[in-house]
């Protein structure tokens, strides 16, 4: 297993391009299973994430060919060959549950392995169930599978209102929904921005969708779905976490393709904290507005509050500000294992149910440390860029899932970093 090694060494300053999101792309590479025509996207990002979608839909007998470099997704579903995605992929990669509402809108029945548990949480599917069940499917739980079936061969527009906010259940629903006889409301959905490209990009394949971006979305079902070609939104994680690079170390970073309207809720923590967010024609320039950074508190919320996936690269971040932040994880329950981790570099965490008491310390020392989820080890890797000395992170297959070429990335900005290939 490969690890990646980092000496502090002051100030970063330069340009980072912002890739496609992961999480959208993951959400709109299912997408294809609704049409036998081909579905293209562009500005797809570089990751193993990908991948495993794409070995995923090519068991189900989709064609998914990687273009210019991987940057451009060409796909095409011509017939469902194999209605199950087995539970050698869906284990590895929990949206793999995405190819469930598809399958079963367009050909009234599928089979998929249960994700199971996974290091930030229990994560159940319990969600996406009941909206496809609302929606008329039988579902029946056998050997580890979701088996289901649309009577008739089709599934039925219905009011589905989920009790709390899910990403991926919405994403579900919202694709089964639109090949479902009838209308769909959503009630409850989530509004993050990968929704509402995804729901662009069903639009463009014919869909009839209104509401997306807030809490009701309505979906007129249609008979068929057509090809279509679109582009990825930009990665609103990976430029969050890209814009503590001079947050962390000082110097500044212009993130190039990166929109404020992505990331309000966290560039208002920034600037609550001494940063600055300035929006350019090209992205966001972010540097420190003067000395030492200041604390504050956060709690994670569904979109638009601050996002859970950019808690444990803050944390690094509060790590040496000056006073006592508090951190509140409100969506996952096992969501602070990068705590110990960062407490080795020398960092004052207190980890206490559902929060975490950060008090500031002058400066972090360097230390071998492990990534234990992607987010986690990210963060251990800006904690690294402002530390003292040298940080060996161990287990950086995670970060390979969701940041793209990050050692070339902060490289270009002055980093001292490289990987060290294990065996
Ligand atoms: C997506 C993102 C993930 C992000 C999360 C929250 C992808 C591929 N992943 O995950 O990076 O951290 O949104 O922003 O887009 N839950 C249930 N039952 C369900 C579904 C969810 O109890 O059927 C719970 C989850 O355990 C969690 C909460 O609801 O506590 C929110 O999860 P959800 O929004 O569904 O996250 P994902 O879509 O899995």
């Given at each position: 297993m490969d690890s990646i090694l980092v000496r502090g060494n002051g100030p970063l300053s330069g340009e980072i391009p912002i890739a496609g999101a992961k999480n959208a792309c993951l959400t709109l590479m299912p997408a294809t299973l609704l049409t036998d025509e081909p579905l293209t996207l562009s500005n797809a990002p570089r990751l193993s994430d990908i991948q495993t979608m794409t070995q995923l839909l090519a068991s189900l007998g989709a064609e998914v060919a990687a273009l210019q470099d991987g940057l451009v997704l060409a796909m095409s579903s011509?017939?469902?060959?194999?209605h199950t995605a087995d539970y050698d992929i869906v284990r590895k990669m929990r949206a793999s549950i995405l190819v469930l509402g598809p399958m079963l809108a367009r050909d009234g029945h599928a089979v998929v392995s249960l994700p199971g548990g996974c290091a930030i949480g229990a994560r159940p599917v319990d969600l996406h169930l009941r909206a496809l069940e609302a929606m008329g499917a039988d579902l029946d739980l056998r050997d580890g599978y979701v088996h289901a079936r649309a009577p008739g061969g089709r599934l039925k527009g219905a009011v589905v209102d989920f009790p709390f906010v899910s990403v991926g259940a919405t994403e579900n629903a919202l694709m089964a929904a639109t090949l479902a006889k009838g209308t769909t409301v959503l009630k409850n959905a989530a509004r993050e921005p990968e929704i509402v490209d995804l729901a662009q990009c069903l639009r463009k394949m014919g869909a009839q969708i209104e509401g997306e971006g807030t809490a009701e979305i309505t979906v007129q079902g249609v008979d068929r779905l057509r090809g279509a070609t679109h582009p990825v939104v930009a990665d609103r994680i990976e430029l969050g976490t890209y814009m503590l690079v001079p947050a962390i170390t000082g110097g500044e970073v212009e993130c190039l393709g990166g929109r404020i309207d992505l990331v309000a809720a966290f560039a208002e923590k920034l600037d609550e904290a001494g940063i600055s967010v300035t929006e350019t024609d090209r992205g966001l320039k972010v540097a420190r507005k003067s000395g030492r950074i200041g604390a504050v508190n956060v709690v994670t919320q569904p979109?638009?509050?601050?996002p859970t996936d950019l808690q444990a690269q803050m944390m690094a971040l509060l790590c040496t500000a000056d006073g006592v932040s508090v951190l509140e994880e409100t969506?996952?329950?096992?969501?602070?294992?990068?705590a110990p981790e960062l407490m080795r570099m020398g960092a004052k965490i207190d980890v206490h149910g559902g929060h975490a008491t950060v008090s500031g310390v002058e400066k972090l020392k360097g230390a071998r440390v492990m990534a234990t989820d992607l987010r986690a080890s990210v963060s251990l890797i800006l904690a690294a860029l402002a530390a003292e000395g040298e940080t060996l992170v161990s287990r950086v297959y995670h970060l390979d899932r969701g940041y793209e070429r990050v050692e070339e990335k902060l490289r270009a900005c002055g980093a001292q970093i490289e990987r060290v290939k294990g065996e």
């Open positions: 011509h017939r469902i060959d194999n979109f638009p509050g601050f969506i996952f329950e096992n969501r602070f294992m990068h």
